[in-house]
């Protein structure tokens, strides 16, 4: 099945989807292989190899800790926060790893831990920055079973040698989609020949593998997510973790918006829209439970610019529950399928391209979904995307630390500002713009080509080295 909305948003924990979800979810691919070879019972010796940019900021990141909780059998989606603390506790007591313990059956017993793994930040494998290899072996030294992947954004992953089998699988799968596109291009010559909306054309595909009751009902379990990701950020005071000091910011700002706005008056949208984007990103800056949105580091980008939809677009005031549930849902479908556009022609891994795929697809997602709900025609719709992305062109990926913190939980906020603008902008016009979306995405994958390494996810460069952390 080729990349669909419920690939894009999934849920997981943070602070990253590309260091966090996607080495986990591998660690747990290759403890399960370990498991299924009928091997586990030999196996003695580990060995995690970490390399480029999964080793440059690796511990800010959270990428050791979550590939210790994957070589368990625990998936990101699956995992509770109370089992991520209950686990790495453990571990971190005993210095015991239980490999594929989390599942049927058991696992083995290994003395492992977070400074077992061999980091090498200046070596880059071929396919991707984020790579990284699994080995064990047993009692003599004998290899029993290895494996290299790649976490290549959005809690994707790739195994090495696969990539060309993985991209014939995605054209294959294509085909079988009712109404397929690549580029922005397609999508729009699609909703013409149709005489559907984008998150209609979306829908059509989505139908393939779920049925509607399914679809609506896995979006608005999402949104869900977002919510209660909300919740309990607003109920946690005090520093995030990581060493820079940063305090949550959320928890203060909502007390004095609920004194200061008691009835959601319109000249308060922006502080609003700010706290839910600040929210969520302090729960992922500390670990806690997030839906990537395309990624961990943008996840609080689309409920921000959601939350404005609707509460703050018009009409909203006198909406039924059900007129909020399918704003939800088709938000969510008109975003997914401008996510689909750039995992297909660019990156949303900012540690390929930079921020600008990560924080600049999220704000351009957002704003098309916003266009949609608010009546955008289908150009209108890929003009707000277009216009959310050329204003994140060259955006670096530098954060203080290696945490994701500053600038990234600010930036969310930021960005979505810049897609309800954009979203605003494109229904100011009547669809027609200079520049297209296919452009400007095929811009921001050259940018990300030639942007030097240090503003790519690896602390050595911008305000990673710029700004003392203590």
């Known amino acids: 099945m080729a990349v669909g909305v419920f690939d894009l948003f999934s849920i997981g924990i943070g602070p990253s989807s590309s260091h966090t979800v996607g080495p986990m979810r591998a660690a747990a691919v290759f403890a399960e292989e370990v498991k299924a070879a009928g091997v586990l019972d030999k196996v003695a010796g580990l060995r995690v190899d970490l390399y480029g940019s999964l080793a440059a900021t690796g511990h800010g990141h959270g990428t050791m800790t979550a590939i210790l909780l994957g070589l368990e059998g625990f998936h990101p989606e699956k995992i509770l926060p109370v089992e991520v603390e209950q686990r790495l506790a453990a571990i971190a007591e005993t210095g015991m790893l239980q490999l594929a313990g989390a599942g049927e059956g058991g696992g083995v017993q290994l003395p492992y831990g977070v400074k077992d793994m061999v980091l090498r930040p200046l070596t880059i494998l071929p396919r991707h920055t984020n790579g990284m290899t699994f080995t064990v072996s047993d009692k003599d030294g004998a290899e029993l079973h290895k494996a290299t992947f790649f976490s290549v954004g959005g809690g994707f992953i790739v195994r090495e040698g696969e990539e060309d089998a993985a991209l014939k699988e995605l054209d294959e799968s294509k085909k079988e989609l009712p109404l397929p596109f690549r580029t922005a291009a397609e999508l ?124 703050f677009a018009p009409g909203m005031d006198k909406a039924t529950q059900e007129d909020r549930d399918d704003v939800v849902v088709k938000f969510l479908l008109t975003a997914g399928a401008i996510g689909v556009l750039y995992k297909e022609q660019a990156s949303i891994s900012g540690a390929e391209v930079g921020c600008q795929g990560e924080v600049g697809s999220a704000s351009s997602m957002a704003a098309a979904g916003l266009a949609e709900v608010m009546g955008g025609t289908p150009q209108q719709v890929e003009n707000a995307a277009e216009i959310a992305m050329e204003h994140n062109l060259g955006l670096t990926c530098d954060p203080i630390g290696g945490l994701v913190q500053i600038p990234c939980i600010e930036r969310n906020a930021i960005a979505a500002a810049k897609a309800i603008n954009a ?48």
């Not at 010559?189 to 896995?218: A, D, P, W, Y």
Request: charged content about 30%.
């Open 423 to 470: 979203a605003k902008m494109a229904l100011w016009g009547d669809g027609t713009h200079r520049v297209s979306l296919d452009e400007v995405i095929v811009t921001m994958r050259e940018t990300g080509r030639d942007m030097s390494s240090k503003y790519k996810e690896t602390a050595m460069g911008g305000l990673a080295v710029n700004v003392v952390e203590c």
């Open 188 to 311: 729009l010559g699609r909703c013409q020949s149709k005489g559907l909306s984008i998150g209609e054309i979306m829908f059509v595909n989505e139908r393939v593998s779920r049925t509607e009751e399914e679809i609506r009902e896995g979006l608005l379990h999402i949104y869900s997510v977002m919510e209660e990701c909300v919740e309990v950020s607003l109920k946690r005071e005090g520093l995030l973790p990581g060493g820079l000091k940063v305090r949550r910011r959320a928890p203060d700002w909502h007390e004095r918006l609920l004194k200061e706005d008691k009835d959601r008056d319109p000249k308060y949208w922006q502080e609003w829209v700010n706290l839910i984007a600040l929210a969520v990103n302090e729960e992922n800056a500390s670990g806690g439970r997030v839906v990537t949105a395309p990624t961990n580091g943008a996840a609080g980008i689309i409920p921000a610019v959601l939350y404005y939809a609707l509460h």
